[in-house]
C-alpha cells in the first residue's frame, strides 16, 4: 500500500504524513476488519493484514549500540517515523482489540514502483548503469 514515506518532506509538511500513514492505515484497519467478519471461518483463519512499517519507528542506531529487534522501543525522530510509529500500534491494536490477524514488517529499504530515485535502492540501480560509484 502506498504511505509518506519522505523523512525531509515529513519535516516541512508533517500533516499529509499524519492524514496518509495514520488516517490511512486506521480507513485500511476498517475495511480489512469488516471483510474479515463476513468470511468463512476457514477463510479467517488463513487471511492476514500485512502492515509494511519501517526500522525508523526505532530511531537512530549508533556504531556500538546492539541492532534493533522486535523488542526495541520505538523513539522516532521526525513527523514520518512518529506517524509510522503511531501505525504500528494502531494495528497491533486492531490485533488485540478485533482478533484481526495481523502481520507488521518494519522493513529498513522498501522497494517498488514510482520509488524516489534518491533512495538507497534506486540510487545503486542508476549509478550501476550510469558507471558512477555506489553509494
Do not use: M
Not at 495481523?102 to 533512495?119: A, D, I, R, W
Request: include cysteine; proline fraction near 9%; glycine fraction near 6%.
Amino acid at each position: 500500500f502506498a504511505a509518506e514515506s519522505h523523512v525531509d518532506r515529513s519535516i516541512l509538511g508533517p500533516g499529509e504524513f499524519i492524514n496518509t500513514n495514520i488516517n490511512g492505515t486506521f480507513s485500511l484497519l476498517e475495511a480489512a476488519r469488516a471483510y474479515w467478519s463476513g468470511l468463512p471461518e476457514d477463510e479467517k483463519a488463513a487471511f492476514r493484514f500485512l502492515h509494511v512499517s519501517t526500522d525508523e519507528v526505532y530511531g537512530t542506531l549508533g556504531p556500538d549500540d546492539a541492532p534493533f529487534s522486535e523488542t526495541t522501543a520505538f523513539a522516532p525522530n521526525s513527523p514520518y517515523s512518529a506517524s509510522k510509529a503511531a501505525s504500528d500500534h494502531l494495528v497491533r491494536s486492531y490485533f488485540h482489540t478485533y482478533g484481526l490477524p495481523v502481520l507488521t514488517t518494519n522493513c529498513s529499504n522498501n522497494y517498488g514502483p514510482y520509488h524516489f530515485p534518491e533512495k538507497l535502492i534506486p540510487l545503486i540501480i542508476a549509478n550501476a548503469q550510469a558507471g558512477k560509484p555506489l553509494p
